[in-house]
């Protein structure tokens, strides 16, 4: 039962990820069914399985939060299709980088070592 719902997470990922652009949708949906497909031969008891569906469960998270499809509306101007599952960060890492940072007393950033 879990390979039928981790199959199911992965295309409504595919769907919400991908919506209205029937190619790579469709080209998504025949990856994931041939990925199930070229496994569903194995007997439950292989030690395989469970790994494959934590990995189906973690790409279907991943596809839902952080794939962004954009549009091209102008030479350099794109509208990004953003949803309610897609992740948005506060960009706090973005702010600091390249800087050495120091936490606390006496600990120091990797650089200041």
Do not use: W
Not at 17 to 37: H, Q, T, Y
Not at 61 to 89: C, M, P, W, Y
Request: glycine letters at 6%.
């Amino acid at each position: 039962m879990a390979a039928v719902q981790a199959y199911r997470n992965l295309l409504r990922a595919a769907r919400i990820a991908f919506e209205g652009d029937m190619v790579v949708l469709s080209a998504a949906k025949d990856s994931i069914r041939a990925g199930f497909r070229d496994k569903a031969s194995l007997p439950a008891s292989d030690p395989s399985i469970q790994p494959a569906l934590a990995h189906a469960e973690e790409i279907a998270s991943f596809l839902k939060a952080n794939v962004v499809q954009g549009k091209k509306i102008a030479d350099d101007t794109f509208k990004l299709r953003i949803h309610q599952h897609t992740e948005r960060g506060d960009n706090e890492s973005i702010k600091f980088a390249g800087k050495n940072v120091s936490i606390g007393s006496g600990v120091k950033c990797c650089s200041e070592r």
